[in-house]
């Protein structure tokens, strides 16, 4: 038996925020800024890419900038779409298991992405 | 659920519907039908580093009616959380808050998505071939 009398407010009082209180809401900004300049960019790629022959899409994936900024884009995206999932998750799954799994398959699903995607831009970079 | 006898506040349809409400209901709609999205996009950047054939049955699935009709909602949900996204950073910041402003700025991003989206398709169809 706790000789604690003080309620839970009072206790929590004080406290800060265990210095992760804003990690997940200013993650999910940052990536949003990024993402403004690297869709846009992203666009712009795919526009300028129509029509073009399967040598002249991988060529142009190829290109130091293309590709650095391609890493980019996967890395932003994967990350602010996980982010903005686990909110709809935490919002409307109710049943405490189901919440849990998602969270793991979401994101287990995500880095796979991440992995294979980055991946896939480094062979085309470096061409093997 | 928890379970409680505490009174709920009221559920969705007790509401009139508002265009503040509808973009923050399609922004996250939207934020969900983009992440699916981008398994497409990797898909196609995964088809490219394995060869010509991968590439070749990615374009095809891509360039079919349905794969077309996807892609059209697809480029409009982009650029809806595009747009509606660069207006919740910028109420982040604390601006636009005036409700006049924020039922306006709710219109433009419905209006400049959809801008956007036919001038996207219109580059598509008279500037390069699909």
Do not use: C
Request: glycine fraction near 8%.
């Amino acid at each position: 038996m706790s000789r604690d009398l003080r309620n839970p407010l009072q206790r929590a009082r004080g406290l800060g925020s265990a210095k992760e209180g804003v990690g997940h809401w200013w993650n999910q900004r940052l990536t949003a800024i990024a993402l403004v300049f690297l869709v846009l960019w992203f666009v712009v790629l795919v526009l300028g890419l129509l029509g073009h022959d399967y040598q002249a899409v991988r060529a142009s994936i190829a290109r130091p900038w293309n590709a650095v900024l391609m890493v980019a884009f996967i890395v932003a995206a994967f990350w602010h779409a996980v982010l903005g999932l686990q909110v709809v998750i935490e919002d409307y799954v109710h049943t405490r298991w189901v919440e849990v799994t998602s969270m793991v398959v979401i994101k287990l699903l995500a880095v796979a992405g991440v992995i294979s995607g980055v991946f896939a831009v480094l062979r085309i970079a470096l061409g093997s | 659920m928890a379970q409680t006898t505490r009174p709920l506040s009221p559920h969705l349809q007790i509401y009139k519907w508002q265009s503040q409400m509808v973009t923050s209901i399609l922004h996250r709609a939207t934020g969900i039908a983009l992440a699916v999205g981008s398994l497409v996009i990797l898909w196609g950047v995964i088809a490219i580093s394995i060869g010509p054939e991968a590439w070749a049955s990615f374009h095809a699935v891509a360039a079919s009616p349905l794969g077309l009709v996807l892609l059209f909602a697809w480029t409009w949900a982009l650029w809806f959380h595009f747009i509606n996204g660069i207006r919740h950073l910028y109420q982040d910041a604390g601006a636009g808050y005036a409700i006049s402003t924020f039922i306006k700025a709710s219109w433009f991003s419905i209006v400049g998505s959809l801008v956007l989206t036919l001038a996207t398709w219109a580059y598509v169809f008279m500037g390069g071939a699909a």
